[in-house]
């Protein structure tokens, strides 16, 4: 039974640019989130998916976007970026009131 | 605004000791509490939790103690073993299945044989 997946692992980014990340939720799992890990910190709630729609958002501006599919995988979608976005990004997925299961993350470099 | 607060960033422990991890929160609205524990290069892994009616949990050698008054929990690893060595994040949430939850900044545990 494959875990969350995330993709890609590694990625590097010019300031300005658009990112999309993936991830693949544990299978069964119907309700996604993503989280930003920096440097040296805990990993910080951006949003939370369930049914295709945002459900829960954190303290992120607009330009950190997110879409979930029919088939529960998801998007997260950063826009002009900045320096300060390069981090490693976390998804995790749940099913109900089942603990959360993290992805490997990707790690994304902005330079 | 750091609400959960790992206030010690690394700790080292002899094999077979006891390993005690601490975190403090402030937000009276968090009901539920997580260890997580992390290696490098993959995800946080869930290790144990605490609902805020209990004041202890146990799962083999790991058990979390939840002082509400106090505003603090810990994790108490017993016999620490190298395979322990990892960082370890304290998470909160508003209740059990939240997906919302509010991370410390991870303790680093080694453990030295």
């Known amino acids: 039974d494959a875990g969350v997946t995330q993709s890609p692992t590694h990625l590097i980014k010019t300031r300005g640019q658009q990112v999309t990340l993936r991830c693949s939720p544990k299978?069964?799992?119907?309700?996604v989130s993503w989280y930003q890990q920096a440097l040296g910190q805990g990993p910080q709630f951006i949003f939370q998916?369930?049914?295709?729609?945002?459900?829960q958002r954190g303290n992120f501006p607009d330009r950190f976007s997110g879409h979930q599919f029919p088939n529960y995988s998801s998007e997260l979608n950063v826009n002009a970026l900045l320096l300060g976005d390069s981090a490693l990004y976390l998804c995790?997925?749940?099913?109900?009131?089942?603990?959360?299961?993290f992805g490997q993350g990707t790690r994304l470099t902005v330079v | 605004d750091q609400q959960v607060k790992q206030n010690s960033p690394s700790l080292s422990v002899q094999e077979g000791r006891i390993s005690i991890l601490n975190c403090d929160y402030t937000?009276?609205?968090?009901?539920?509490f997580l260890w997580y524990k992390k290696y490098p290069a993959e995800g946080p892994t869930f290790l144990i939790s605490?609902?805020?009616?209990?004041d202890k949990n146990e799962d083999g050698r790991f058990t979390v103690f939840l002082n509400k008054s106090a505003k603090h929990l810990s994790l108490h690893i017993v016999p620490s073993q190298p395979g322990d060595s990892a960082v370890y994040f304290c998470?909160?949430?508003?209740?059990?299945?939240?997906?919302?939850?509010?991370f410390g900044q991870g303790t680093r545990l080694t453990i030295n044989p």
């Open positions: 299978s069964g799992h119907d309700t």
């Open positions: 605490i609902s805020s009616i209990k």
């Open positions: 998916y369930y049914e295709e729609e945002e459900r």
């Open positions: 998470a909160a949430s508003a209740h059990q299945g939240a997906q919302k939850l509010v």
């Open positions: 995790a997925s749940s099913l109900a009131s089942d603990e959360a299961f």
């Open positions: 937000n009276s609205m968090f009901d539920y």
